[in-house]
């Protein structure tokens, strides 16, 4: 164990420090660079994308089990080889050259269409005669099925059978959703829709191993427990062994073909009561002895690969956590989180700023009247403005954060944000859902919206996403199905009286 520490000590202080400049050659003729030196490095990056689309082509094409293996294993080891362009490049022509044959789908949907269906009064009298006539129908339906599948479905299969092959198309998918946010190519869009549906079958529960990480884990495990904790990042060592000790829970979900690195893993502390504040969760020392412990609170859940976004490992993971700590603490009864709210001060600042630039007729004061003279009465020190909301604007959107050392100004902005931050959360959505990320997540995995908390993330992160404040989803073990249909179906979302009751009492008939 002393090893593994002293492992994890090296790999740590390797990640804080910062990686040498680039052994690169100059690209101008200062560096003594010769134009024929350009021209032999280009002929060899031509030669060696060649070689992979041959080994591309080679591994679809093939059948021979000894030339398919070596096949696949030449395309992968020559894909990580790559330029970011000849990636894009390769990943086009596989979106392309190797898509479904759509000239035979429509002359089999010619075929399908010319068929006569027999009469619904004779095919109830004679179901046995009838059964030969299908028989073109169960034709041509199968052929359609068949041909409906693009050629690249089959280097998708076989690389998942095949060693590495897993975090090998893991690695494919996020470099094709990092060329999509550059340019929105349809051919590549439906590539990445085939491989995520792929992804999504391959990586169901059944598939996957619930671990529960702790510090006698490998060296290698716990590392990546740090490089990818997105939400709170881990200090050092000793912010490690807090996270993974007593009065702490940490769970991933592990896949049998990326052995020892978690797909994503979740921290869960075990409190006496719902955590308003990151602090208390983060430095709560010594902690609540667990004995004692009523409340499982999720404070962080992280994703460790890019190229599984969008596939929702989280919902199944929180619910095997409810099951697995209901199972060994029979004395928690109550499951909830703290969340950030990443979006609300950018929907709150372009509020605020679109406000500004509408007109006398279609303008919406944010502020009521009462906020809005106390918040010019106490910012008189820190900002301008010949309105309330002008000077909301001034103050929320300055980096310094000038606002939150002020006691009487901090107290002045707590009620209209707390009140815009239950708006934000219950009312603004997207296609129906909720438009905060994070909210989306858990109502969609059946939480309820339980409470918003002042001042709960005084990070600098914390105050530039959401003026500091966080919020409890709460996880009700009983209605955690209903919730979820009732928002998937209808778009509603449970929240509880507390939060409902910033909203003026019209908006919440509204909602």
């Given at each position: 164990?002393?090893?593994?520490?002293?492992?994890?000590?090296?790999?740590?202080?390797?990640?804080?420090?910062?990686?040498?400049?680039?052994?690169?050659?100059?690209?101008?003729?200062?560096?003594?660079?010769s134009?024929?030196?350009?021209?032999?490095?280009?002929?060899?990056?031509?030669?060696?994308?060649?070689?992979?689309?041959?080994?591309?082509?080679?591994?679809?094409?093939?059948?021979?089990?000894?030339?398919?293996?070596?096949?696949?294993d030449?395309?992968?080891?020559?894909?990580?080889?790559?330029?970011?362009?000849?990636?894009?490049?390769?990943?086009?022509?596989?979106?392309?050259?190797?898509?479904?044959?759509?000239?035979?789908?429509?002359e089999?949907?010619?075929?399908?269409?010319?068929?006569?269906?027999?009469?619904?009064?004779?095919?109830?009298?004679?179901v046995?005669?009838e059964e030969?006539?299908?028989?073109?129908?169960?034709?041509?339906?199968?052929?359609?099925r068949?041909?409906?599948?693009?050629?690249?479905?089959?280097?998708?299969?076989?690389?998942?059978?095949?060693?590495g092959?897993?975090?090998?198309?893991?690695?494919?998918?996020?470099?094709?959703?990092?060329?999509?946010?550059?340019?929105?190519?349809?051919?590549l869009?439906?590539l990445?829709?085939?491989?995520?549906?792929?992804?999504?079958?391959?990586?169901?529960?059944?598939?996957?191993?619930?671990h529960?990480?702790?510090?006698?884990?490998?060296?290698?495990?716990?590392?990546?427990?740090?490089?990818?904790?997105?939400?709170?990042?881990?200090?050092?060592?000793?912010?490690?062994k807090?996270r993974?000790?007593?009065?702490?829970r940490?769970?991933g979900?592990?896949?049998?073909?990326?052995?020892?690195e978690?797909?994503?893993?979740?921290?869960?502390?075990?409190?006496?009561?719902?955590?308003?504040?990151?602090?208390?969760?983060?430095?709560?020392?010594?902690?609540?002895?667990?004995?004692?412990?009523?409340?499982?609170?999720?404070?962080s859940?992280?994703?460790?690969?890019?190229?599984?976004?969008?596939?929702?490992?989280?919902?199944?993971?929180?619910?095997?956590?409810?099951?697995?700590?209901?199972?060994?603490m029979?004395?928690?009864?109550?499951?909830?989180?703290?969340?950030?709210?990443?979006?609300?001060?950018q929907w709150?600042?372009?509020?605020?700023?679109?406000?500004e630039?509408?007109?006398?007729?279609?303008?919406?004061?944010?502020?009521?009247?009462?906020?809005?003279?106390?918040?010019l009465?106490?910012?008189?020190?820190?900002?301008?403005?010949?309105?309330?909301?002008?000077?909301?604007?001034?103050?929320?959107?300055?980096?310094?954060?000038?606002?939150?050392?002020?006691?009487?100004?901090?107290?002045?902005?707590?009620?209209?944000?707390?009140?815009?931050?239950?708006?934000?959360?219950?009312?603004e959505?997207?296609?129906?859902?909720?438009?905060?990320?994070?909210?989306?997540?858990?109502?969609?995995?059946?939480?309820?919206?339980?409470?918003?908390?002042?001042?709960?993330?005084r990070?600098?992160k914390g105050?530039?996403?959401?003026?500091?404040?966080?919020?409890?989803?709460?996880?009700q073990?009983d209605?955690?199905?209903?919730?979820?249909?009732?928002?998937?179906?209808?778009?509603?979302?449970?929240?509880?009286?507390?939060?409902r009751?910033?909203?003026?009492?019209?908006?919440n008939?509204?909602e």
């Open positions: 164990m002393n090893k593994n520490r002293k492992a994890l000590s090296i790999l740590m202080r390797t990640r804080m420090r910062p990686p040498p400049p680039a052994a690169f050659p100059p690209l101008d003729g200062g560096g003594g660079v134009s024929s030196s350009s021209q032999d490095a280009s002929t060899s990056f031509h030669t060696e994308f060649e070689r992979v689309r041959e080994s591309m082509h080679s591994a679809i094409s093939m059948n021979k089990t000894e030339i398919l293996d070596a096949a696949l030449d395309f992968s080891e020559g894909y990580f080889g790559l330029s970011d362009e000849n990636r894009r490049t390769l990943l086009l022509t596989l979106a392309r050259e190797y898509d479904l044959n759509r000239i035979q789908v429509r089999l949907m010619k075929q399908y269409l010319g068929l006569e269906l027999p009469s619904g009064d004779k095919a109830v009298e004679n046995h005669e030969g006539s299908f028989s073109a129908f169960y034709r041509i339906e199968r052929n359609l068949h041909s409906l599948k693009p050629m690249y479905e089959v280097l998708f299969e076989r690389l998942n059978t095949h060693p092959g897993l975090r090998f198309l893991s690695i494919m998918r996020a470099d094709i959703l990092s060329f999509l946010a550059e340019e929105n190519i349809p051919s869009r439906a990445d829709s085939y491989l995520k549906e792929k992804l999504i079958t391959w990586l169901s529960p059944a598939n996957l191993q619930l529960h990480i702790t510090w006698d884990d490998s060296a290698s495990l716990l590392e990546k427990i740090v490089a990818y904790e997105a939400v709170h990042p881990i200090s050092n060592l000793l912010d490690l807090r993974l000790g007593v009065g702490r940490c769970f979900y592990l896949h049998p073909a990326i052995p020892g978690p797909l994503i893993f979740i921290e869960v502390a075990l409190m006496k009561n719902v955590a308003q504040t990151i602090q208390e969760v983060l430095w709560d020392d010594p902690p609540t002895p667990e004995s004692e412990a009523m409340c499982a609170l999720f404070y859940i992280s994703s460790t690969q890019p190229g599984l976004s969008g596939i929702n490992l989280g919902k199944f993971l929180i619910k095997r956590v409810i099951d697995v700590v209901r199972r060994d029979p004395g928690i009864s109550t499951f909830a989180t703290l969340s950030p709210i990443p979006g609300y001060m709150l600042l372009s509020k605020l700023a679109s406000v630039r509408s007109g006398s007729t279609f303008r919406e004061n944010l502020l009521k009247p009462e906020e809005e003279s106390a918040l009465e106490a910012a008189e020190e820190f900002a301008t403005g010949k309105n309330g909301m002008e000077v909301m604007w001034n103050l929320l959107s300055s980096t310094s954060n000038e606002w939150t050392n002020s006691e009487k100004l901090s107290l002045v902005l707590k009620t209209p944000l707390m009140r815009l931050c239950a708006r934000y959360l219950l009312q959505k997207k296609r129906g859902k909720a438009l905060d990320s994070v909210g989306n997540f858990h109502l969609q995995n059946g939480a309820m919206v339980g409470r918003i908390n002042w001042m709960a993330d990070s600098e105050l530039r996403q959401s003026a500091g404040l966080m919020v409890n989803y709460i996880y073990v209605h955690i199905e209903e919730n979820a249909q009732s928002y998937f179906s209808k778009g509603e979302i449970q929240a509880s009286d507390e939060v009751a910033y909203l003026e009492p019209q908006e008939l509204q």
